[in-house]
């Protein structure tokens, strides 16, 4: 069998081969004899959001579970040179979830196992599949249990072991730390094939080598998240300031606040002082009947202007004057511009689904599908005023065609066992998030030059000096990764030699080599 797989790769590029030849490498690969695995050619393997790199794979597998793929680890294990790569919901930027001639597992086809509540300790969980996507685990939390995961990501169309193998951050994290912090237990198939369970006390190695660890260790089949009780509904606040400074003191101010007195969402971007419809001031306003008054922006103000965005629980139930007592008594202590204030009041699912019907239009007309190469960093407190100076108020005043998001984070919420990598040192660090959007069409600069214009925004940060991280880094060499990880490259490696010593999974991160 082994003999036949070896002749056959080495025989077959994947350009030539036929999708005819399928029914053939499955069987090569001994891969039906669970008959659950469908063995399928498609093309969605070799695509993602990021849309600049495409790698076709040998084949897509779409397993029923954990046991299916651990059959295909295997069978690439044996192999001379085959890689496999779980494939999440695609929404990687740089061909992270490809495997150029190797297996791609669609994790989806998992999407409906495990779902359940498990209650321990005096703590609610829920257990889902690796495969799930957080707006389905969102959905079925609240109207099942009236229960909800505590840390989520802006947009829910990312499955949980996509996120979780990065961190998965968005504005509940300054309270609860990222997605990875939440979870209590995972169960992992390894690049040998073994199916693993682990958590904090239970091969505490894996667990925490396989959070933040860029697929390089396990592919998660299932995930023990913590919940919290589902609130009603979310007061949805938008403040803008014309200082970046007003705005940092603000933003560091609420999310250190006690649990309780503050808000239960802190997020911030930065915008162009402009009308342009997605850069300037039409982006900010929540309310569609209600619109920006320019007129209100001091004369002071520069290119860039902020806007912290904000919301807060509340219960059908609660008193109206209650909540506004309690969210206008915090806005009463910060200094956004008066009169650049907007805020609704949307139910608590509406709120975590808010990018969907960005998601919608975005597809009507062709920019979703079209390229996006966004950078994502951490950058420290101490450097967030000079990147401002350079990157927001210099390279990016014209803004990137979509948000550009920062607010602050908490170190003390981020659990250092995991293998997430942050800013060196303080307690407070800032997320950038450059959320680019390109024209489907040749308007505008190409794709090219704003992958330079990251380029150069990284190499800036690094010439400064600044105390940053990319967050879903992306490296060509194993050089920048060996910086990229720092003092805990030495424990990284440890963990491949030990769960993937063949350098099987997520070949598209390009961390190791196939050990051939
Ligand atoms: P994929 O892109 O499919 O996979 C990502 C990596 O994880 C690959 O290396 C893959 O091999 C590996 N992998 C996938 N599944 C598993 C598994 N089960 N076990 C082990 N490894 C696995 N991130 C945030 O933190 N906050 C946000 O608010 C946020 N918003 C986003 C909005 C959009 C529109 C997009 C496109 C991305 C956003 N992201 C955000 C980034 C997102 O977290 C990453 O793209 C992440 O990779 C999840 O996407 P995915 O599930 O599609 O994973």
């Not at 919901?89 to 994790?107: C, E, K, R, T, Y």
């Not at 619109?291 to 806007?307: E, H, K, R, S």
């Not at 040192?425 to 959320?435: S, T």
Request: charged letters at 25%.
């Amino acid at each position: 069998m082994i003999a036949y797989l070896e002749r056959f790769i080495h025989e077959n590029d994947t350009e030539s081969r036929q999708d005819d030849d399928l029914p053939n490498i499955c069987k090569s690969l001994d891969l039906q004899v669970q008959g659950s695995i469908d063995c399928v050619a498609t093309g969605l393997a070799g695509k993602d959001f990021g849309g600049l790199y495409s790698f076709k794979p040998l084949a897509i597998i779409r397993p029923a579970g954990a046991d299916d793929i651990a059959v295909a680890v295997k069978a690439a294990y044996r192999s001379p040179s085959l890689t496999v790569a779980a494939r999440g919901n695609g929404h990687s930027i740089n061909g992270q979830a490809m495997a150029d001639g190797g297996l791609v597992i669609d994790m989806r086809s998992t999407e409906e196992n495990h779902f359940k509540i498990v209650k321990m300790n005096g703590e609610i969980f829920v257990d889902v599949s690796g495969g799930a996507l957080w707006e389905d685990v969102l959905k079925r939390c609240v109207s099942g249990f009236n229960l909800a995961p505590r840390s989520w990501t802006d947009y829910l169309g990312l499955t949980v072991g996509g996120t979780l193998s990065n961190a998965g951050v968005s504005g509940q994290a300054f309270r609860y730390g990222p997605q990875s912090s939440n979870v209590s237990e995972l169960d992992v198939v390894t690049g040998k094939g073994d199916i693993l369970t682990c958590s904090e006390t239970k091969n505490s190695e894996l667990f925490f080598g396989a959070l933040g660890g860029l697929g390089q260790f396990g592919i998660i089949t299932r995930a023990r998240v913590k919940l919290q009780s589902a609130p009603d509904m979310m007061r949805w606040i938008r403040v803008v300031y014309s200082e970046f400074e007003d705005f940092t003191r603000d933003a560091e101010w609420l999310v250190t606040l006690p649990e309780g007195v503050s808000f239960d969402y802190v997020e911030g971007f930065a915008f162009v002082n402009s009308n342009d419809p997605v850069n300037g001031w039409p982006s900010v306003p929540l309310d569609p009947g209600r619109g920006f008054d320019q007129n209100a922006i001091p004369l002071t103000a520069g290119c860039v202007l902020y806007c912290l965005e904000l919301a807060r629980h509340y219960q059908n139930s609660d008193h109206p004057s209650a909540v506004d007592r309690v969210v206008n008594s915090l806005l009463g202590r910060l200094r956004f511009v008066e009169d650049l204030k907007f805020q609704v009041d949307v139910t608590y699912v509406e709120f975590l689904l808010r990018v969907k019907p960005v998601e919608e239009r975005a597809r009507a007309n062709g920019i979703w599908d079209s390229p996006h190469p966004w950078l994502n960093m951490f950058v420290s407190k101490r450097d967030i005023a000079d990147f401002d100076r350079i990157v927001f108020k210099k390279i990016l005043k014209e803004g990137v065609g979509g948000p550009m998001l920062v607010y602050p984070l908490l170190r003390s919420k981020w659990d250092n066992r995991t293998s997430v990598m942050i800013p060196a040192d303080g307690e407070i660090f800032y997320i950038v998030a450059l959320l680019r959007f390109t024209p489907p069409y040749s308007k505008g600069p190409c794709v090219e030059k704003l992958v330079a214009q990251n380029q150069e925004i990284a190499h800036l940060c690094l010439k400064k000096g600044f105390d940053f991280k990319l967050y879903l880094p992306h490296y060509q060499s194993q050089e920048d990764w060996k910086r990229h990880f720092g003092n805990q490259w030495s424990r990284f490696v440890e963990n491949k030699a030990n769960f993937d010593p063949m350098a099987i999974l997520a070949p598209g991160q390009k961390i190791f080599k196939r050990i051939i």
